[in-house]
């Protein structure tokens, strides 16, 4: 099942590609990082980590930087305690910043509001009153599924000042993947929203909570903001935001926990159907978010306005518009909807209205602006961005090119940032003003983090070869663990490499001759779509539960937008009737998976196959499913078992009738 680092098109890209973009000595004169900083790290990597925490206010200092004893389970800033949501919010209106806007949230509608430090201490307050007063405190779990609205920061904030763990899970997934996630942790609380804006129009999001809630005993109360005034059923569970939070004081003396005190839960695909409850914990976790988000943006608290596009729902939301910007007092626009309503243009007008200087995005969305054409961001003064940034997957060098010349004139140096839910922060991106910049490669590892490039036996691989990643190092914003399961953390970060004590990634990765890292794709059965992880046996499991499907495969087939589609190959059961394997029955299957998991785990496309390419020791063999999907010739059969299954496979395809 395992693919091999390097294959597809990356590699090619990576033969090929050899420009590179030095920083204009103008840049490098201003930036907030400098070459030293790599030294520095070096030296001595935990006087680096106590001093990057120095960033933060600390009730208590730490006694220890880093204990290692219990590896994997790191423990950062030992006997420490903060609050993080003090450090995020008050000590900037106490520094005097307390008018300083912190978030200009623009809403899909065109609505906008400009919440500033003082305003959103307010908010977050009244939210952790509101909390207490429903008996919520100290690592209770607090499920958030809301749109990208402002009450969104406020509930996480407010969960973070009590002590509480939230859980946020993106808007898109569907009800029956909210209730696993509540179920999982336990969620005493959930807060959403009565709907949200999508497209120009509102659609319901609470009777999804309904749902999930019913089959969700641990939920005592739902708080339910009003963003979209749809009309909602409504329990003896729930709440209106408006009218338990509101009537809160304004007036919230926060708490320091320790450094180690748990923060939030986010759940992630791994390569079962069970998603994982990747935990993350105070201290360590802020200390990297604020430092990278310092540097790898160059952050200019008075002067920069940052944005970063993604949902609150994902790693990056959490610690790129949450946690590190706000704990570095940034100015940031905060977007609540699509990138084409009205139109085309929407994020570039959004860029022009607020002077944005940082944006970061995903490279699928670059690869989307693309296709609308750069006419279009070419309408608008785009002169104030001076920092781009990348996240997700890996961005190819086209896309890069584009962006730095259609979205960032040819000048703003672009940051590729590689890094994952369960590393809490960037790892591995070009410190701009310091590095030259490569299309299409994430570079090297930040000051104080260790990552390599490794053979399957663990050994590193030599200048201009192909591997594993792995980090080599303990670093501060590393997960803790998987909720409720101490063994599956174990097994699969810390096995693959054990012997050599080696977190690995899951990703493919080459070395340039430079000794850069390029990133290569995920070399397990996860796949990205989107950017986002999407496990191929959750969707499996999801077709499998269909009565008219009885065996199902998917594979992550290269696509020119979304950098991965899902590529499902069904076999129906024998009683499925004759209609089973056409448009409309391929269609409800598509929307079978969409309702199970949700829209972005749809496939792109169901082939039905009376037969699975299997080995004798019945493992499916997706590499010839994928030769299949990607319209290649199909590789090696000789391990499988019935070696004219693919002949029959190929031969069903041709009947034509199978593709969506
Ligand atoms: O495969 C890598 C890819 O996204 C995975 C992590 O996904 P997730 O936990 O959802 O976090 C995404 C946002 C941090 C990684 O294992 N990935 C992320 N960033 C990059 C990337 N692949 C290549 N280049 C990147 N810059």
Redesign the pocket.
């Known amino acids: 099942m395992t693919q091999s680092p390097g294959q597809g098109n990356a590699l090619d890209n990576l033969l090929t590609e050899s420009r590179t973009f030095p920083p204009s000595d103008e840049f490098a004169a201003q930036a907030n990082a400098q070459p030293a900083l790599y030294e520095e790290a070096k030296a001595d990597r935990e006087a680096f980590w106590a001093k990057q925490a120095e960033r933060l206010h600390w009730d208590t200092k730490w006694d220890q930087v880093l204990d290692w004893s219990d590896a994997p389970f790191a423990k950062w800033f030992v006997g420490g305690k903060l609050n993080v949501a003090y450090n995020c919010v008050d000590r900037h209106v106490e520094s005097g910043h307390g008018d300083q806007v912190a978030i200009h949230w623009e809403g899909e509608p065109g609505d906008s509001r400009a919440i500033t430090y003082a305003e959103l201490q307010r908010e977050v307050s009244k939210a952790a009153n509101a909390l207490t007063s429903l008996g919520i405190g100290a690592e209770d779990r607090v499920a958030i599924y809301m749109p990208m609205v402002p009450e969104a920061i406020f509930a996480m904030l407010a969960c973070a000042r009590v002590g509480a763990m939230h859980s946020v899970v993106f808007g898109g997934f569907s009800a029956e993947a909210l209730r696993t996630r509540i179920e999982d942790s336990s969620c005493r609380l959930v807060i959403t929203t009565d709907g949200q804006y999508r497209r120009g129009n509102p659609a319901p999001l609470k009777p999804a909570v309904d749902e999930a809630v019913a089959g969700a005993p641990s939920v005592e109360k739902v708080i339910v903001v009003k963003r979209t005034d749809t009309e909602v059923a409504w329990t003896d569970k729930d709440v209106w935001w408006h009218e338990l939070v509101d009537s809160q004081s304004d007036q919230h003396t926060p708490q320091a926990f320790d450094s180690e005190h748990p923060l939030f839960i986010l759940y ?1 695909s791994g390569t079962t159907g069970k998603p994982k409850g990747i935990l993350h914990t105070s201290g360590g976790y802020l200390t990297q978010a604020s430092y990278t988000h310092n540097y790898v943006f160059d952050l200019k608290p008075d002067t920069d306005v940052y944005w970063c596009t993604a949902d609150i729902g ?3 939301g959490h610690s790129y518009i949450v946690y590190g910007p706000l704990s570095n007092r940034v100015t940031q626009v905060v977007y609540e909807g699509t990138p084409n309503t009205p139109n085309e243009g929407r994020h570039w007008d959004i860029v022009q209205k607020y002077g944005v200087s940082i944006y970061y995005t995903a490279p699928t969305l670059i690869r989307t602006f693309m296709k609308w054409g750069a006419d279009i961001p070419a309408k608008y003064d785009l002169s104030s961005l001076r920092v781009l940034g ?6 190819n060098p086209e896309a890069w090119i584009w962006y730095r010349e259609n979205v960032g004139g040819g000048k703003a140096p672009i940051v ?7 590393t809490g922060a960037i790892m591995i991106s070009p410190l701009p003003g310091v590095v030259s910049t490569k299309p299409g490669s ?1 570079q090297r590892p930040l000051p104080g983090i260790g990552a390599k490039v490794v053979n399957d036996e663990g050994v590193e691989v030599e200048h201009g070869g192909g591997g594993y990643l792995v980090l080599d190092e303990p670093w501060p914003s590393m997960l803790r663990g998987i909720w409720g399961d101490e063994e599956r953390y174990k097994d699969t970060y810390w096995s693959r490499f054990g012997e050599q004590g080696f977190y690995f ?3 493919g990765a080459k070395y340039d001759a430079d000794g850069d890292i390029w ?1 290569l ?2 070399v397990d059965d996860v796949m ?1 779509v989107s ?3 999407i496990s191929t046996t959750e969707v499996e499991s999801a077709l499998v539960s269909h009565p008219t499907v009885a065996e199902a495969a998917v594979v992550g087939a290269s696509d020119e937008t979304t950098g991965q589609g899902i590529v499902a190959f069904v076999i129906l059961r024998g009683g499925a009737g004759a209609d089973a394997g056409g448009a409309d029955a391929i269609k409800a299957l598509r929307d079978h998976v969409a309702k199970e998991i949700g829209p972005i785990a749809k496939p792109r496309q169901i082939m039905v196959v009376p037969e699975l390419p299997k080995t004798r020791s019945g493992k499916i063999m997706r590499r010839l499913l994928r030769d299949v999907a990607e319209n290649r010739t199909v590789g090696d059969v000789t391990t499988l078992a019935d070696s004219s299954v693919m002949d029959l496979i190929s031969a069903g395809l041709q009947s034509g009738k199978s593709e969506d």
């Open positions: 992630t994902w790693v990056t990348s996240v997700g997957e890996p961005i590729d940032t590689w890094w994952q839910t369960e994430a990634a899951g990703d990133l794709g995920r990205n950017g986002h992880r």
